[in-house]
């Protein structure tokens, strides 16, 4: 098993930063591909950014290439995302996952096999 824990949502205006953080716990490993996904309200959940477990291969939607930043520190088990520029388009429930069978990680939600809770990112306009 696998815990996953996000924090770092918050409400905050149109070309505005914020940093969200993933914390794992339990049957953590490097080796595991870490992802974010969103959904907002009435929407499918969808595919935002994904990380190798070695963090050298990284990959984002099209929607936030060149402004949102995927990171990670594996002493402290956590993943990052660094959200700049944001618009209105991005308020949504943010979430972490892992996946045990996908080395890079995917753009699949199906793909991933243990996911977090959520926090909430609202941009004002």
């Known amino acids: 098993q696998v815990q996953l824990v996000e924090s770092g949502g918050d409400l905050v205006q149109a070309g505005g930063s914020l940093r969200l953080s993933c914390a794992a716990s339990g049957r953590t490993s490097s080796s595991h591909a870490m992802g974010w996904f969103r959904q907002a309200p009435g929407k499918e959940r969808e595919f935002v950014s994904t990380?190798?477990?070695?963090?050298?291969?990284?990959y984002y939607a099209d929607s936030v290439k060149g402004r949102f930043t995927i990171s990670r520190d594996n002493a402290k088990n956590t993943v990052y995302l660094q959200m700049t520029s944001l618009k209105p388009e991005d308020t949504a429930v943010y979430y972490c996952a892992v996946s045990w069978r996908y080395l890079s990680g995917s753009v699949y939600p199906k793909d991933y096999d243990y996911w977090g809770q959520g926090t909430q990112v609202t941009v004002s306009s």
């Open positions: 990380i190798s477990g070695t963090g050298g291969s990284t």
